[in-house]
């Protein structure tokens, strides 16, 4: 089936609903999406967004823009950070205009709350710098702009899956997907194409990230020739709830939280005496990993606790009560009662597709574009996060850029033909579907990708070595060669998920060999 929309959105989240509002003014467009829109990763955000309003304490943007560049170990681009930074005040009073629920000050101001690396004066002390809507931000942002993006006209695609981002002649023509309910091919040509699909944490064992976080856009523009940049750079979490990887936000220090080692020490103190608990992510995900390998972990093993018992109970049920649900169900424990066991998890990807300031996919170091291609979100690389992002500046970074992204497609449609993809590349996806599904041998997609995640977890997370990096490049490439043997059992069209999991393993393989 084939469609004919102005732009093209990929993704659901925060920084594709952004675009979408933005673009729907000007021509007709679509969003297409592996899940049900609601249900994008967006939606886990838990902790605040980023922005110097100083409500609750004095607060400037140039202090904002230091502790990015500082978090991002003066990686980032500092002329993005600045237009990020500047812009946050106005996307906050944007974002309560659009109907975002942010909780409030007794004044009735929006409430802001301590996060890792929030400082005020350069570094001098923490700030309460973080907007929040109790510990369900991107869930009350996501379903915000969800309805303003319905009210405006934008045509959803869920259940979508991409196979294809069509580019000739340095200009993208648009995208084939796999819509999942009936296993057809459609093609959507479009004047412009928006990657906003998220990250790719599932590469790794223990992540925070949803199921559907494989990075297929990443994929399929790294084989299509498009570079990707800062790959090496992932982000740990520090406290994701033991053995699963379920994120605790860092709001959970921002109310008073502390990590304490097996010997009941609040080891922070060691690491960063200003800041202690609220420094940045990397540097206490490393604290975390140091006091586990010097054998200083709870009962010796290898995690810590984050302890909430000082917190009082109506601040844990009025401010955190997704992590109070979220320690009963899967941990069988009260924060309020017992410490939480917590260790590093995979969270964010720093990396990705390379863009300009608005949204405008870049070819090479010198700065040319793909013409119709544009990217925002986790899975563009504006530069802004550089070898770490801090914390709030995820949620911030996907709607100052799907914004700017947006803008960016209006203006270039003005000057925009019409394009087609041609029926070879449409034949030329069915022929790789089909490849899959008749393909033998020996191998399971399961296998496989544990195998891989549990490589890349062991050898390529918090702290790596030369010959850790270097035996897993010889690993990837024996997992490549096993991917090749993997059999199919499901060979129909309806809902085939075993397909789409040998579809995702091979880009997650793709994705490894990038970060490696």
Known sequence: M????????????????RAATEASGHGSVAVLTKLYPTRSHSTAAQGGIGAALGNEEPDLPEWHFYD?????????????????CEDAVRTIVELEHLGVPFSRTPEGKIAQRRFGGHTRDFGKAAVRRA?????????????????????????????????????????????IALEISSGEIHTFNAKATLVASGGYGKVFRTTSNAYASTGDCLSILFNAGIPLEDMEFFQFHPTGLYGSGILITEGARGEGGILINGK???????????IKDLAPRDMVSRAIMTEVREGRGINGRDHVYLDLRQVPEEVIRERLPEISTFCRIYMGIDPSEEPIPVL??????????????????????????????????????????????????????????GRRAGMAIRSDLRNTGKWDI????????????DSLKNRTGDEQTGAVRNELQTAMT????????????????????????????????DKGKIFNTELLE????????????AIT
Do not use: W
């Open 2 to 17: 084939k469609h004919q929309y102005d732009t093209v959105i990929i993704g659901s989240g925060l920084a594709g609903l």
């Open 68 to 84: 990015t560049a500082k978090g991002s170990d003066f990686l980032g681009d500092q002329d993005a950070i600045e237009v990020m």
């Open 131 to 175: 907007c929040y809507s109790a510990d369900r931000t991107g869930h009350a942002i996501l379903f915000a702009l969800f309805e303003q993006s319905e009210l405006q006209g934008v045509n959803f695609f869920p259940e979508f899956h991409v196979l294809d981002i069509v580019i000739e002649n340095d200009r993208c023509l648009g995208v």
């Open 264 to 274: 009941g020490e609040r080891f922070m103190e060691r690491y960063a005496p200003a």
């Open 344 to 401: 590093p998890t995979a969270h964010y990807a720093m990396g990705g597709i390379p863009a300009d300031v608005d949204g405008r996919v870049l070819k090479d170091e010198r700065g040319a574009v793909i013409h119709g291609l544009y990217a925002a979100g986790e899975a563009a690389c504006v530069s802004v996060h550089g070898a770490n992002r801090l914390g709030c500046n995820s949620l911030l970074d996907t709607v100052v850029f």
């Open 422 to 433: 041609p029926q070879s590349m449409t034949d030329k996806a069915g022929d790789e579907i």
């Open 458 to 489: 062991d050898k390529c997370s918090v702290f790596r070595t030369e010959q850790d990096l270097s035996d897993l490049a010889g690993k990837i490439d024996e997992l490549k060669e096993k991917s090749k043997k993997t059999e199919l059992k």
């Open 502 to 513: 040998a579809i995702e393993l091979d880009h997650l393989i793709n994705l490894a060999g």
